[in-house]
């Protein structure tokens, strides 16, 4: 699997809105997620949001259910994480992460992880 991540994080007052995107080509198996984990000051890192192979499943965090969403574009083999309603607490690096076949979306069950892209929501 190859992955060409977008820099999509950056600067953004509260209430604000990013979208990140990952692309992701030559995986061979049929069944895989694909999404974001984040990873705070200080703190361990956290999924965020994972999509299925179709795209008929997705998974969300309950801290960012209603402001976060997953999505994917197949015909260009890309992933989006459009993310609204910004808090400070949402000020992390965001990584880009796929996991082949079932299971939770944990940081120890990832098989391949894109660089991190920093999100910082502040005023």
């Known amino acids: 699997l190859r992955f060409s991540c977008r820099s999509g994080g950056g600067l953004v007052q509260p209430g604000g809105s990013l979208r990140l995107s990952c692309a992701a080509s030559?995986?061979?198996?049929?069944?895989?997620?694909i999404g974001w984990f984040r990873q705070a000051p200080g703190k361990e890192r956290e999924g965020v949001s994972s999509?299925?192979?179709?795209?008929?499943?997705?998974w969300y965090a309950d801290s960012v259910k209603g402001r976060f969403t997953i999505s994917r574009d197949n015909a260009k083999n890309t992933v989006y994480l459009q993310m609204n309603s910004l808090k400070p607490e949402d000020t992390a690096v965001y990584y880009c992460?796929?996991?082949?076949?079932?299971?939770?979306?944990?940081?120890?069950?990832?098989?391949?992880w894109g660089k991190g892209t920093l999100v910082t929501v502040s005023s």
């Open positions: 030559g995986f061979t198996s049929d069944y895989y997620h």
């Open positions: 999509i299925s192979s179709s795209g008929g499943s997705t």
């Open positions: 992460a796929a996991k082949i076949g079932t299971g939770y979306w944990s940081p120890n069950g990832i098989d391949y």
